[in-house]
């Protein structure tokens, strides 16, 4: 199952705008995304796709986290997700 | 039923007494059995309820970004997903499966998640209140229920809300509401304010517990700070008999002959006519973003002229003290393009925003009060808001000069009105003398002095202990601004002023004029009637050696029982 560990880059970390955008990128995959702590080895991932999990991580800006992905265009959905957690807020393109 | 009694903190020393009609209405839940529950219609209703309050989500996106800014559409972005979340959708489907109907599916699904985000602080807390929000979307949907209009409540309303925004005040309907109070807030909260400044009996910051109190009678007991519900006879006949200090429309002298001007600090038209019925000598704080607020453009001269004209007439022998437009910080504006910025305290606001990007508005208000002044006979003052600079307040006063003259090219005959700086940033306290010099008057505005004094967020309860005036520092600052003025007189206006218990420490400090919400000011007319000027100022130098509130506060206690023996 691929994974990778990325530095969250916006201020707001996984929180507010950061996180909406994240949810939203997560939904518009049709493989199983899951996202934790990096720090946290063993610990369980949440849905990405959930508003409700993602932002209960509490995860803050400069914070490393662990992204898997498992099905289809998995690798896909983890350029997405990890192009948005390195671009700071602002210089996304959200509409 | 017996009684139960909620404290909080008294916004008001006024009493009344009501239903209380909650703000974000608890909804009716249907009972009913689970086998007239089809649980296939029951998804079908859920299903139906959430592409609604997707629709509206939407809607008010649009609506958002449009008046607002992105920033505040993106509020709405996470209402929907939480709306389509799965860990909430999939527990709500399961219940329905199980024989729930669909409205107490929405309620325990959403209670639960609600119940991870709350008790942790700021932005957590703030997620609860977003799903509190989507939930209560879903439940309106799901039970048929309208819309709560503020502006359209039954007579003898006492309105509970979580919280209340200058948005919602600006929608209530003063004669229809007897009194309020609110889970969160404390004294300098918008709340509070708005009901000082209509004279509304409130209670604010009760906390978790006044959730639990529905379909009530109650007693809001702002004098001491508590809300009784399922009163009994005797709190209510006592409720019903509350004291008042009588009005004195005439000015006031201390006991041994010191005149203090007692103005009132108002925002609306029917603030002003509190201000005369309670005998306030003139206004010492027009705020003048009301008439800017909660509109789609900004008002234009003329209706702006009505105003300050109206607010001039009813104070024909005394001064109305203006400031001009104090926006930023906590008053966003829809339609003018404020900053989004990270510190807002901190940042482009007042006089700041007036010599900035809202010169054009503010030029336009000064006209407005100029003109409205050459055809009145109250005397206009005019200050400036947040000032730190020196160089502020003269381009201030520049402004108000050259529109003068071009008024006075037209053959308008304009006085000059006095010009006064505004005393709430540390920088002006320590500038204090060289602004009176360049200035007619000072007005100290406590509740940012104290916040910056304090480096305390007036809105954050989790520093509102530092957020008082009887901090030694703040008495400092106030003490320095007085004794740096040589003939320019000094005013207060903010909640500080309007606080009896303070009144003698106020005179003995030196302060020429005190302007408070018009309710308080029969009380501390009374009270400066009764101070000796001399005592007063022994009062204060003790309280300025005091190196803790505490001291300062017992300093006080100790002089008031020691008064009343």
């Given at each position: 199952?691929?994974?990778?560990?990325?530095?969250?880059?916006?201020?707001?970390?996984l929180?507010?705008?950061?996180?909406?955008a994240?949810?939203?990128?997560?939904?518009?995959?049709?493989?199983?995304?899951?996202?934790?702590?990096?720090?946290?080895?063993?610990?369980?991932?949440?849905?990405?796709?959930?508003?409700?999990?993602?932002?209960?991580?509490?995860?803050?800006?400069?914070?490393?986290?662990r992204?898997?992905?498992?099905?289809?265009?998995?690798?896909?959905?983890?350029d997405a997700?990890?192009?948005?957690?390195?671009?700071?807020?602002?210089?996304?393109?959200?509409? | 039923?017996?009684?139960?009694?909620?404290?909080?903190?008294?916004?008001?020393?006024?009493?009344?007494?009501?239903?209380?009609?909650?703000?974000?209405?608890?909804?009716?839940l249907?009972?009913?059995?689970?086998?007239?529950?089809?649980?296939?219609?029951?998804r079908?209703?859920?299903?139906?309820?959430?592409?609604?309050?997707?629709?509206?989500?939407?809607?008010?996106?649009?609506?958002?970004?449009?008046?607002?800014?992105a920033?505040?559409?993106?509020?709405?972005?996470?209402?929907?997903q939480?709306?389509?979340?799965?860990?909430?959708?999939?527990?709500?489907?399961?219940?329905?499966?199980?024989?729930?109907?669909?409205?107490?599916?929405?309620?325990?699904g959403?209670?639960s998640?609600i119940?991870?985000?709350?008790?942790?602080?700021?932005?957590?807390a703030?997620?609860?209140?977003?799903?509190?929000?989507?939930?209560?979307?879903?439940?309106?949907?799901?039970?048929?229920?309208?819309?709560?209009?503020?502006?359209?409540?039954?007579?003898?309303?006492?309105?509970?809300?979580?919280r209340?925004?200058?948005s919602?005040?600006?929608?209530?309907?003063?004669?229809?509401?007897?009194?309020?109070?609110?889970?969160?807030?404390?004294?300098?909260?918008?709340?509070?304010?708005?009901?000082?400044?209509?004279a509304?009996?409130?209670?604010?910051?009760?906390?978790?517990?006044?959730?639990?109190?529905?379909?009530?009678?109650?007693?809001?007991?702002?004098?001491?700070?508590?809300?009784?519900?399922?009163?009994?006879?005797?709190?209510c006949?006592?409720?019903?008999?509350?004291?008042?200090?009588?009005?004195?429309?005439?000015?006031?002298?201390?006991?041994?002959?010191?005149?203090?001007?007692?103005?009132?600090?108002?925002?609306?038209?029917?603030?002003?006519?509190?201000?005369?019925?309670?005998?306030?000598?003139?206004?010492?704080?027009?705020?003048?973003?009301?008439?800017?607020?909660?509109?789609?453009?900004p008002?234009?001269?003329?209706?702006?002229?009505?105003?300050?004209?109206?607010?001039?007439?009813?104070?024909?022998?005394?001064?109305?003290?203006?400031?001009?437009?104090?926006?930023?910080?906590?008053?966003?504006?829809?339609?003018?393009?404020?900053?989004?910025?990270?510190?807002?305290?901190?940042?482009?606001?007042?006089?700041?925003?007036?010599?900035?990007?809202?010169?054009?508005?503010?030029?336009?208000?000064?006209?407005?009060?100029?003109?409205?002044?050459?055809?009145?006979?109250?005397?206009?003052?005019?200050?400036?808001?947040?000032?730190?600079?020196?160089?502020?307040?003269?381009?201030?006063r520049?402004?108000?000069?050259?529109?003068?003259?071009?008024?006075?090219?037209?053959?308008?005959?304009?006085?000059?009105?006095e010009?006064?700086?505004?005393?709430?940033?540390?920088?002006?306290?320590?500038?204090?003398?060289?602004?009176?010099?360049?200035?007619?008057?000072?007005?100290?505005?406590?509740?940012?002095?104290?916040?910056?004094?304090m480096?305390?967020?007036?809105?954050?309860?989790?520093?509102?202990?530092?957020?008082?005036?009887?901090?030694?520092?703040?008495?400092?600052?106030?003490?320095?601004?007085?004794?740096?003025?040589?003939?320019?007189?000094?005013?207060?206006?903010?909640?500080m002023?309007?606080?009896?218990?303070l009144?003698?420490?106020?005179?003995g400090?030196?302060?020429d004029?005190?302007?408070?919400?018009?309710?308080?000011v029969?009380?501390v007319?009374?009270?400066?009637?009764?101070?000796?000027?001399?005592?007063?100022r022994?009062?204060?130098?003790?309280?300025?050696?005091?190196?803790?509130?505490?001291?300062?506060?017992?300093?006080l206690?100790?002089?008031?029982?020691?008064?009343?023996?």
């Open positions: 199952m691929p994974e990778r560990v990325v530095t969250v880059v916006p201020e707001a970390g929180h507010a705008r950061p996180a909406s994240f949810v939203r990128t997560a939904n518009e995959y049709d493989c199983d995304l899951r996202v934790g702590a990096a720090e946290d080895a063993d610990g369980d991932l949440v849905d990405a796709r959930s508003m409700l999990a993602v932002t209960s991580l509490g995860v803050g800006h400069g914070d490393r986290v992204l898997a992905a498992d099905g289809a265009d998995a690798d896909g959905a983890l997700l990890e192009e948005l957690l390195s671009t700071p807020e602002g210089n996304d393109e959200d509409q | 039923m017996s009684e139960r009694t909620l404290s909080g903190v008294g916004a008001t020393p006024l009493t009344a007494t009501g239903e209380v009609v909650w703000y974000r209405p608890d909804f009716e249907p009972d009913r059995s689970a086998d007239e529950v089809d649980a296939r219609a029951e079908e209703r859920f299903a139906v309820a959430q592409q609604l309050a997707r629709e509206e989500l939407e809607n008010e996106r649009a609506r958002a970004e449009e008046r607002i800014g920033d505040e559409a993106a509020v709405f972005d996470a209402h929907i939480f709306l389509e979340d799965p860990q909430i959708e999939q527990p709500i489907v399961d219940a329905i499966e199980n024989g729930l109907p669909a409205e107490h599916a929405v309620r325990d959403y209670e998640a119940a991870q985000f709350e008790g942790m602080d700021g932005r957590m703030d997620r609860a209140d977003d799903l509190r929000d989507v939930r209560d979307r879903l439940l309106r949907l799901l039970t048929g229920t309208d819309r709560m209009d503020l502006s359209d409540l039954p007579d003898g309303s006492v309105v509970f809300a979580e209340l925004t200058p919602d005040t600006a929608q209530l309907d003063p004669e229809a509401v007897a009194g309020f109070a609110t889970v969160t807030g404390g004294r300098t909260s918008h709340a509070a304010i708005f009901a000082r400044s209509l509304l009996p409130a209670v604010v910051g009760i906390g978790d517990e006044l959730r639990e109190i529905e379909d009530s009678e109650v007693v809001v007991d702002g004098e001491a700070g508590e809300v009784i519900a399922d009163p009994d006879e005797r709190t006949r006592k409720a019903t008999r509350t004291e008042q200090a009588d009005v004195r429309s005439e000015s006031v002298m201390t006991a041994d002959g010191e005149s203090i001007e007692v103005a009132a600090n108002v925002g609306r038209p029917v603030e002003i006519e509190g201000a005369t019925e309670r005998g306030a000598d003139g206004i010492g704080l027009y705020r003048t973003e009301f008439l800017f607020l909660d509109r789609e453009e008002p234009d001269e003329d209706e702006q002229f009505e105003a300050y004209r109206e607010a001039l007439a009813a104070f024909p022998d005394g001064r109305v003290v203006v400031r001009t437009l104090d926006i930023g910080g906590d008053k966003p504006i829809p339609y003018l393009d404020l900053p989004d910025e990270d510190n807002p305290f901190l940042g482009e606001r007042g006089i700041r925003r007036s010599l900035g990007p809202d010169s054009a508005l503010f030029e336009t208000q000064l006209r407005a009060l100029l003109r409205a002044a050459s055809e009145t006979a109250g005397d206009l003052a005019i200050m400036f808001p947040l000032v730190a600079r020196v160089e502020e307040f003269e381009a201030g520049e402004r108000v000069e050259e529109i003068r003259e071009d008024l006075r090219a037209t053959g308008m005959a304009v006085d000059a009105p010009i006064g700086s505004m005393i709430e940033t540390p920088a002006a306290a320590f500038l204090a003398e060289d602004l009176a010099t360049r200035a007619d008057f000072l007005s100290i505005g406590t509740n940012d002095l104290t916040q910056y004094v480096a305390a967020d007036r809105g954050n309860e989790r520093v509102g202990p530092l957020h008082d005036p009887r901090h030694p520092a703040v008495l400092r600052a106030i003490r320095h601004t007085v004794d740096a003025t040589d003939g320019t007189w000094v005013g207060m206006c903010g909640e002023a309007g606080d009896p218990a009144t003698e420490l106020l005179v400090l030196g302060l004029e005190l302007s408070m919400s018009a309710v308080t029969p009380e007319k009374a009270r400066i009637a009764d101070t000796d000027s001399t005592a007063a022994t009062l204060a130098d003790r309280a300025l050696r005091k190196s803790t509130k505490r001291g300062v506060t017992e300093l206690t100790e002089h008031e029982t020691g008064v009343d023996q």
